[in-house]
């Protein structure tokens, strides 16, 4: 009898825990709604497996990216070759590419590969069967990388949704925002050209030599391509 009673108890106090623990659950949920500025914009973290890279990463509808523990091959330098390695698994953190996307290098046993961070989230969560070759940032953030905010388009509404959310302008030539030179040295520079070196040239008037490059081909500035 004593023994049944003590099995009892022991059942109670677990049951007690139990109870107690979805209580903690149900009131960390509850905080975690009513923390949120925009409770519609809750949305659950899904993981999927990135393709080709099963069993190494997966990527979320949140934008994020994870390693799973593997081996990589690393160099030795006192051994003077690369040797495996093994690499726990984690959260990546995204570097940034000139362009202001995020991406992430995935490698595993030799095998290395950059991806931007949209791109993956896209390829796994969004649907394409147009098969359209971009992907639009819908709020114009290259850094908000969400499902939610990701969409497949064309480049000409890539472009298009560049100039009506303001990320790209119209204007042209001086009246661009992000023009370094006037249309009076545009056509110095392209007088000069087979006369001097393009590296002497973006030198002298602050720019890159790829700009050189882009005025001599009216690749740029094409609103002056037949002045002299």
């Not at 509850?30 to 409770?39: K, Q």
């Not at 051994?79 to 202001?100: D, M, S, W, Y």
């Not at 993956?120 to 969004?126: E, G, T």
Request: charge should be positive; aromatic fraction near 8%; include cysteine.
């Amino acid at each position: 009898m004593l023994k049944q009673n003590v099995i009892l108890l022991s059942t109670i106090k677990k049951y007690r825990v139990w109870i107690i623990i979805g209580k903690l659950i149900m009131a960390v949920s509850v905080w975690l709604l009513l923390s949120n500025p925009n409770p519609g914009s809750f949305v659950m973290e899904i993981w999927k497996d990135i393709r080709g890279w099963e069993g190494f990463y997966q990527v979320s509808n949140l934008g994020n990216v994870k390693s799973f523990e593997r081996i990589i091959m690393l160099y030795n330098y006192r051994a003077k070759r690369k040797v495996p390695v093994l690499c726990r698994g984690r959260i990546l953190k995204p570097g940034l590419n000139t362009q202001g996307y995020h991406f992430v290098v995935l490698q595993n046993l030799g095998n290395k590969k950059t991806y931007r961070v949209s791109r993956l989230v896209a390829l796994h969560f969004i649907p394409n069967p147009q098969d359209k070759p971009q992907i639009n940032h819908k709020d114009g953030e290259k850094l908000n990388n969400r499902s939610d905010n990701l969409e497949w388009v064309t480049p000409s509404e890539n472009l298009q949704h560049a100039y009506d959310t303001g990320l790209r302008s119209h204007l042209v030539g001086e009246k661009a925002p992000n023009n370094k030179i006037t249309e009076e040295n545009v056509l110095r520079i392209k007088g000069l050209k087979g006369i001097k070196k393009q590296t002497d040239i973006a030198k002298e008037y602050g720019i890159s030599r790829q700009h050189i490059s882009r005025i001599w081909n009216n690749r740029t500035w094409k609103h002056l391509a037949n002045e002299k």
